[in-house]
T-cell receptor, first 113, second 116 residues
């Protein structure tokens, strides 16, 4: 069975500082990895995905994520955080057999001015 | 495009009542999904559909039913509401021609359901 772990319930960072939201995964085959963001009372919005190719994936709003196969990780990063980045972030994974998308429990990002 | 729309935004049900959560998408996506999100948890897949007339169970289908008569609509039915079904429900869609989960899913704003 595939699974996703987001070890931090909340990440606090000051505006202008770099941020990292951690994600590790477990799948039986090659992973397909996604990051979504959820603002209050809204649905999930797609940020970026890794399917194959370059391990560093660039996405919306200046976010990027690095795929590390040996560590089975897909951490979300941004060089300079904005207050408007404050939201709930979800990592998700599926394998290449067409199984369902599995979400992590989410990490709340708080960016303080 | 309106994207994925859901109605109602919020509903309170009594135990044993039934209701239908509506979902529509105007992107001509072939795949549609229903998820539930419990507090502090990630999303869990209830049902999904790969096209009109075709539906299949996800991870947590018990207590729910779906239908997909057209590409645009994918309603979720709760027949006998139970407190355990108190959750936020999200509908999503994707345009998938190949492997199921490689394509980006687009989400609706959600329906908050409270069963008392």
């Amino acid at each position: 069975a595939q699974s996703v772990a987001q070890p931090e319930d909340q990440v606090n960072v000051a505006e202008g500082n770099p941020l990292t939201v951690k994600c590790t995964y477990s799948v039986s085959g090659n992973p397909y990895l996604f990051w979504y963001v959820q603002y209050p009372n809204r649905g999930l919005q797609f940020l970026l995905k890794y399917i194959t190719g370059d391990n560093l994936v660039k996405g919306s709003y200046g976010f990027e994520a690095e795929f590390n196969k040996s560590q089975t990780s897909f951490h979300l990063k941004k060089p300079s955080a904005l207050v408007s980045d404050s939201a709930l972030y979800f990592c998700a994974v599926s394998d290449n057999a067409g199984n369902m998308l599995t979400f992590g429990g989410g990490t709340r990002l708080m960016v303080k001015p | 495009n309106a994207g994925v729309t859901q109605t109602p935004k919020f509903r309170i049900l009594k135990i044993g009542q039934s209701m239908t959560l509506q979902c529509a998408q105007d992107m001509n996506h072939n795949y549609m999904y229903w998820y539930r999100q419990d507090p502090g948890m990630g999303l869990k897949l209830i049902y999904y559909s790969v096209g009109a007339g075709i539906t299949d169970k996800g991870e947590v289908p018990n207590g729910y039913n779906v239908s997909r008569s057209t590409t645009e609509y994918f309603p979720l039915r709760l027949e006998l509401a139970a407190p355990s079904q108190t959750s936020v429900y999200f509908c999503a869609s994707s345009l998938t021609s190949g492997r199921l989960q490689q394509e980006t899913q687009y989400f609706g704003p959600g329906t908050r359901l409270l069963v008392l």
